[in-house]
């Protein structure tokens, strides 16, 4: 585990997956396991709306409506994130970028010469993932996720994603339907493409996003 992590210190991950696949989470736990920065751009625009700032206030129509970010400004946050973490040295976990084909171009463009070493794409039935959206919940104080009315962590009420209603929901999952296809194929032709059976608990998913991890980074890590 400790060669694995010395290993991937440097690594530059892509976490693809509809919403409620569960991405989130296990970006978290990767990032954790693999001391990686996790950059989520979901959370960094919902904390932007939350703080008022000027980013969260241009922002702030499209996340509730579910709809895309124009691409110049979500781009912008992930440079600056993944700026950050090279200066410290540290590799990053991608959690909601790229989002398709177009995204994924800039992302080459801002690593280069460098590039992703893995893309995995956590696969979630729609049907499963709606009950998971349907169920979801926030602690508005610490921002853990739960299905809980109550924070598990700090017991404060938990409350819905202002963008997770029906409307909303649908609309993701559409646009996500028609990226998905010639995203997943854009990391496949490059051949850093993973997929991993998203259904189960959380530890069951995690052990494999693990092991495929393992046996990608292993390979492409020593080889740069
Ligand atoms: P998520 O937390 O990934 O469900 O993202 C929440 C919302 O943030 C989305 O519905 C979009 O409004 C916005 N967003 C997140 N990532 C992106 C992206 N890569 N491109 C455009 N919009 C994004």
């Known amino acids: 585990m400790t060669d694995l992590v010395e ?24 990032a954790q396991r693999l001391q990686l920065d996790h950059v989520s751009t979901g959370e960094l625009l919902r ?12 922002s702030e129509a499209y996340v509730v409506r579910g709809e895309p970010v124009p691409d110049h400004i979500v781009a ?15 590799g990053v976990v991608l959690d909601g ?15 280069a010469p460098a590039s992703i070493d893995l893309a995995i794409h ?4 729609r049907a499963t993932a709606v009950e ?38 649908g609309r ?6 028609r990226e998905m296809g010639p995203l997943l194929e854009w990391y496949a032709e490059r051949g850093v493409l993973e997929t991993v059976d998203g259904v189960g608990t959380p530890a069951q998913v995690a052990e494999r996003v693990a092991n495929a ?12």
């Open 7 to 30: 290993r991937s210190l440097a690594a530059r991950l892509v976490m693809i997956g509809r919403q409620g696949s569960g991405k989130g989470e296990q970006c978290g736990r990767l």
């Open 47 to 58: 904390s932007a709306v939350r703080a008022g700032s000027t980013l969260g206030r241009t």
């Open 76 to 90: 912008g946050i992930v440079s600056a994130r993944i700026a950050e973490a090279q200066a410290g040295g540290r």
């Open 97 to 111: 970028f790229p989002r398709t084909v177009r995204q994924a171009e800039r992302l080459s463009e801002m690593l």
């Open 122 to 125: 956590l696969d979630v039935p």
């Open 132 to 169: 998971r959206i349907q169920n979801r919940r926030e602690c508005p104080s610490c921002r853990t996720a739960t299905s809980s009315v109550e924070c598990p962590i700090c017991r404060t009420h938990t409350e819905r994603r202002a963008d997770d209603w029906p409307a909303a929901i």
């Open 172 to 177: 993701r999952m559409s646009d996500f339907a």
């Open 213 to 224: 991890v393992d046996r990608r980074i292993c390979a492409s890590v020593r080889s740069r």
